[in-house]
């Protein structure tokens, strides 16, 4: 083999074995946005997102549930309780989980499934503010949800916005609860969310 032809033969190698080592790196992960205090930021959701997720949300509402976005975070009122998954539940002013009435306000933390506090209603319909977001970011088959014991589940966006579901055709003087669940966990995949809100007329 004449000395050019030997060359071109060896510089071919090189550049299918560099183009191989490119392909074989391994991507680099997008820098992550901290805080000046260090902490993880979460992105922002796009005006479009929650357009969608509102979309989402009203295509499949239960036949006695209605959802209007408010964005805004509802004055607070009543007692307030403080629910994570496996901790104690703290509550301002009343005794944890007593039956009470409505108002009530809530937030919760580390949450993919518990129950609320007990309580009892004096009209046929209510209304829930609540806004959520993943703890723990998950992808897309995951869902949180909130189910009212006296019937009506809901699929609250993990998008952070505040929206005010409310419930109508409900039992009077009845004891019922709100449960907090997220969907599709198994194994160590476990989707956890935090969030607040409130109960009221």
């Known amino acids: 083999m004449s000395h050019s032809l030997m060359k071109r033969s060896l510089g071919t190698v090189a550049a299918v074995a560099t183009g191989l080592l490119l392909l074989a790196s391994p991507a680099q992960a997008a820098p992550q946005t901290e805080a000046a205090g260090g902490e993880q930021v979460k992105p922002k959701v796009s005006a479009a997102e929650i357009e969608a997720n509102n979309a989402a949300v009203w295509a499949s509402l239960p036949p006695n549930v209605t959802m209007t976005v408010t964005g805004k975070r509802p004055k607070l009122q009543g007692p307030i309780d403080h629910y994570t998954q496996n901790g104690p539940t703290v509550t301002t002013g009343v ?72 419930w109508s055709n409900v039992p009077t003087n009845t004891t019922m609860h709100f449960r907090y669940f997220s969907t599709n966990n198994s194994g160590g995949d476990i989707a956890k969310a935090s969030g607040s809100g409130s109960v009221h007329y």
């Open 95 to 166: 005794t944890p989980f007593a039956v009470d009435a409505i108002p009530f306000s809530y937030t919760f933390s580390g949450v993919w499934s518990m129950d609320g506090r007990d309580f009892r209603s004096t009209r046929t319909s209510f209304c829930k503010d609540i806004e959520a977001t993943w703890d723990y970011p998950e992808e897309s088959w995951h869902e949180f949800k909130v189910a009212l014991s006296a019937g009506g589940t809901i699929t609250v966006p993990t998008d952070g916005v505040m929206r005010t579901w409310c």
